[in-house]
């Protein structure tokens, strides 16, 4: 049975995301590399483990973050389809169980805020731990004069968090921002459609989606 492990060392795969993330690069987006994709697996498996899913729902959720943005390697206009496509293909050469593979295609295929929707935990779960990696050192340009609004935001972010409440009734998204470099209001102007999909998603694993920036709540 293939593992999440054993994903992370196909060296096919493994090209696949760095060439995509050097077209990122050349667009002049935040990294989107292993670092990203680790870290979304990383909290995939803490919300879904939280939440009491199975061990194997974990596995299975632990690829499709690890594969959730391959697409890039197309274009990053529609990376959701076309990577859940490529992944399909991965994984149906690598012989991978055909249920695994439509619960991951599919949670792929969703995971963006211009078509995705939580239409199961899985896809859920990676909305919310892709759109909550919001940090400094996913800006890769280092000249603070030509920062865009992006940089200025992900730059702003000191500290960020995702925390399934004891009572497993809520998740919140906590941010310290530093206003120095960006804004709340350069937060919400970017990051609203995103924070929208992650309040449905936290309903489809039967939860309540919270906000705080600085300390203070703003959803």
Do not use: W
Request: glycine content about 4%; overall charge negative; some cysteine.
């Amino acid at each position: 049975m293939l593992t999440y492990e054993a994903l992370k060392k196909n060296e096919e795969i493994r090209t696949y995301i760095v060439r995509a993330d050097e077209s990122l690069c050349a667009l002049g987006y935040t990294e989107h590399s292993f670092a990203h994709v680790c870290k979304v697996a990383d909290t995939v498996k803490y919300l879904l483990e939280s939440l009491s899913y199975s061990a194997h729902e974990v596995e299975v959720a632990q690829m499709a973050a690890y594969l959730h943005d391959i697409g890039n390697l197309v274009n990053r206009v529609d990376h959701s389809q076309s990577g859940a496509i490529m992944a399909f293909r991965l994984l149906d050469h690598l012989e991978m169980d055909c249920a695994d593979i439509a619960t991951i295609v599919t949670a792929i295929g969703n995971h963006d805020e211009g078509t995705g929707v939580p239409v199961n935990p899985i896809a859920a779960a990676l909305i919310l731990a892709d759109k909550s990696d919001v940090r400094r050192s996913r800006v890769r340009n280092a000249d603070f004069a030509t920062f865009d609004i992006h940089d200025r935001v992900n730059y702003s972010v000191s500290k960020s968090g995702l925390t399934v409440s004891e009572d497993r009734k809520s998740v919140l998204l906590s941010l310290t921002v530093e206003t120095a470099y960006s804004s709340v209001m350069d937060y919400f102007e970017i990051f609203l459609d995103r924070m929208v999909l992650c309040r449905k998603a936290a309903q489809t694993l039967g939860l309540t989606f919270r906000l705080e920036i600085n300390g203070h709540s703003m959803l």
